[in-house]
């Protein structure tokens, strides 16, 4: 298994560029999710999905879309980047039966904007 | 909702010794997880240990071990032994058991910085 893959690893935008940043599970999970993380902020859910098709906003959802085509891909969308987006963004899976609720994250993307 | 609070940016120890981070956390779900993971600088998120809030017993993992104190909804890391690789950034963090709108998210502390050193 490779986990969850996220690419690019590293990307630098201009101010209004749009891009996609990739998120892959081969885990079979139903829950994904994409996290940012700013210094001294510790990780904030950006959204969320609990199965293909099915698609919900997180704490800091403005300025980002997603969607959920296949249970294996969940790409996250800058419509038009901004200065404030410059983060590191993780994307992350886990089952949502029960059982002990851990979330496997994929290594990140650095994304700075000019 | 859930909060999760970290009150230690940073904290430092020597090698071969113990140090313990601290966190609190304020919930009004009835099950939850807790959990600690570790980011080294290479930023990669690494699980360390996990509590299911309705066990009693601390949970141990070879060094690592908490204190889970549910009443006082504190969840602190006991790392023993301290190693040069201990060295990372230590995210405490919770997740909601069930169904409805906070299913699956984690809750994440602001990390405490662990500096190991020789």
């Known amino acids: 298994n490779a986990g969850v893959t996220q690419t690019p690893k590293f990307q630098v935008l201009k101010t209004g560029q749009s891009m996609t940043l990739q998120c892959a599970q081969d885990m079979n999970h139903e829950y994904m999710s994409w996290y940012r993380q700013d210094p001294g902020m510790g990780l904030r859910l950006i959204h969320y999905s609990v199965g293909a098709g099915i698609t919900d906003q997180g704490e800091v959802p403005n300025g980002y879309n997603v969607s959920r085509s296949t249970t294996e891909d969940f790409p996250l969308r800058l419509l038009s980047a901004a200065p404030s987006q410059t983060s590191v963004y993780f994307c992350a899976s886990s089952t949502t039966t029960a059982g002990l609720g851990e979330q496997y994250f994929g290594p990140g993307t650095r994304l700075t904007v000019t | 909702a859930q909060t999760v609070t970290q009150s230690q940016p940073e904290m430092s120890v020597q090698e071969a010794e113990t140090v313990t981070l601290s966190c609190t956390y304020d919930t009004s779900e009835n099950n939850y997880y807790l959990f600690w993971y570790k980011q080294p600088p290479s930023r990669q998120m690494i699980l360390v240990i996990r509590q299911e809030a309705y066990k009693q017993q601390n949970a141990t993992e070879n060094r690592f071990s908490v204190n889970f104190q549910k009443a006082a909804k504190s969840f602190s890391l006991k790392i023993s032994d301290s190693q040069l690789g201990d060295t990372a950034m230590y995210f405490c963090?919770?997740?909601?058991?069930?169904?409805?709108?906070?299913?699956?998210?984690?809750?994440f502390g602001r990390g405490t910085q662990l500096t190991v050193w020789p």
């Open positions: 963090a919770s997740r909601p058991v069930g169904r409805g709108s906070t299913l699956g998210r984690l809750y």
